[in-house]
């Protein structure tokens, strides 16, 4: 699979495991950041398939 995401977790050890699931499921994870804002600024420059997250808030 060619699909990118972008994980926003605030907990690394919860992060990684979620990295680890996604590759072993052939996704390439561009990025792990802590906060929305972080991952907002990231997505202005890079192109990603699907944010996944819970660290936005409104």
């Known amino acids: 699979m060619d699909d990118k995401i972008l994980v926003v977790e605030d907990e690394i050890i919860t992060a990684e495991h ?18 929305g804002e972080e991952a907002i600024n990231k997505v202005e420059d890079t192109e990603v398939d699907l944010v996944d997250g819970h660290q936005f808030k409104g």
Request: hydrophobic share 50%; glycine share 6%.
């Open 18 to 35: 979620i990295k680890l699931a996604l590759k072993n499921q052939g996704y390439q994870v561009v990025s792990l950041l802590i906060s």
